[in-house]
């Protein structure tokens, strides 16, 4: 399951998540991967959740867009959403940053 | 050349710079590389900036630390960045967006 919404354009006051990480083994284990497709299914149905994009080479890197603060807080304590953010810690990342942003400029370019 | 400063925590007031592209091949054209491997190796020496992490699969994902908004904007306007920023449109992109964010909020986890 990849996130819906990729390479969408988000208007300033959106909320953007930048979740960067290092996964302990350096690859990626086959549990971590079914819950991690297992997030972007509940995300997607979480009010507020705009879409988001992620891809995994030395670091991976989620982005994630959200109308607000308070649907961005929403996620984070969502219960299983909770669950899995401590398997992260306990089992799968070695190290992990995330910031939280709000937008202020978007630029789009489209060949089309 | 990978950007420096891979995964670390900035704090609240600093900007995030995100970047998401499709690349027009769907793979990475040689002088596209040279190129990219070139913008980090200058953006390193750019005042303000402060590191950023970049991994590619179906889209790329650039995250870009600045100390502040002049420091977004004189990378942005770099010269030599101008020219790759428009052979990015005329040659390598299919799309791309960016979004300029000011962190509100920073976490860290670390094993260690």
Known sequence: VLPQGSLSLHPPGTYVVVFTSRLDAGE???DYAGTSA???ELAARQPGYLGADTAREEAGI???YFRDEESVRSWREMAEH???????RDE???RYTMHVARIERSYEFDRA
Do not use: H
Not at 82 to 88: S, W
């Open 28 to 30: 990626t284990p086959a």
């Open 38 to 40: 297992r997030m972007f």
């Open 62 to 64: 989620t982005v994630a």
């Open 82 to 88: 909770r669950v899995a953010q401590e398997r992260g």
């Open 92 to 94: 799968w990342y070695s």
